[in-house]
């Protein structure tokens, strides 16, 4: 069974810092791309980043500079950096899986999604 499971996520005033996390299994890992997607109440799907499965990362204009991913293979699991974060990034935080990193052109598009963690940005 495949399981993403995204972590790290809460209730951070603006400007804080937060470590998104992602624990996968039940596949391949090193095969394939992971990314994050994030949702926001009312609005929809928005690609965040994403990982290819040889380390080339990909990551949204207007997040450039605050949104780091990185990975590791032998622990499985990709995180999410979020430095200075705004009100504007409160979201649901999902992770997904896929053999391409279509997180920025077509999120749908991505084969595996967790559950996502939600991170509220608010003072």
């Known amino acids: 069974e495949v399981q993403l499971q995204a972590s790290g996520g809460g209730l951070v005033q603006p400007g804080d810092s937060l470590r998104l996390s992602c624990a996968a299994s039940?596949?391949?890992?090193?095969?394939?791309?992971i990314g994050w997607i994030r949702q926001a109440p009312g609005k929809e799907r928005e690609g965040v980043s994403c990982?290819?499965?040889?380390?080339?990362?990909y990551t949204a204009e207007s997040m450039k500079g605050r949104f780091t991913i990185s990975r590791d293979n032998a622990k499985n699991t990709v995180d999410l950096q979020i430095l200075t974060l705004k009100p504007e990034d409160t979201a649901v935080y999902y992770c997904?899986?896929?053999?391409?990193?279509?997180?920025?052109?077509?999120?749908?598009?991505?084969?595996?999604w967790g559950k996502g963690t939600q991170v509220t940005v608010s003072s």
């Open positions: 997904v899986a896929g053999l391409v990193c279509s997180v920025l052109t077509n999120p749908s598009a991505m084969d595996y």
């Open positions: 039940g596949f391949t890992f090193h095969d394939y791309a």
């Open positions: 990982i290819s499965d040889k380390g080339y990362s």
